[in-house]
Structure formats: C-alpha cells, structure tokens
C-alpha cells in the first residue's frame, strides 16, 4: 500500500486542523489561564499543543481502524 497524492493531501489537512487547534488551546491558556508562562513562548506551546492533539488523533485512528477491522489507507 502507498501513499496516495488523496492520502497525502488528507494528512496535511489533518495536521493543519491539529495545529491550528493547538494554537487555539494555547490562547485559551494565555486569555483564561492563570498560569505563570511567559508571553513569548505561547508559539511554540501552540505547536507543541498542536503535535500532541496530531499523535491523539492519529493514536485514535489507528484504534478504529483495528476496531472496526479496515485495513490502513
């Protein structure tokens, strides 16, 4: 099985979804929060919070995939 020009185009919209809300989560952090950070990191929290939810949600596909018993695209 390869990659596809579809799955590819696929992927990065959903890593794009991912880090953009990422970014969201981090500004929530930064408007709501009371956390102690400093105001110039918060980029590179919002990608760091956008890699984690990309794993989550990649970890949560490949769970339905097995569970639903599909083989991977």
Known sequence: ?????KNMIR??????LCLGLGAHVALGFLLHGSL?????SYG?????FGVVIYMVVQVSRSVWWV??????L
Not at 67 to 72: A, D, L, R, S, T
């Open 11 to 16: 992927e990065w919209i959903v890593l794009a």
């Open 36 to 40: 102690d950070w400093p105001t110039e």
């Open 44 to 48: 590179f929290y919002g990608i760091v």
């Open 1 to 5: 099985m390869g990659f596809t020009k």
């Open 67 to 72: 569970w639903k018993g599909k083989p991977k």
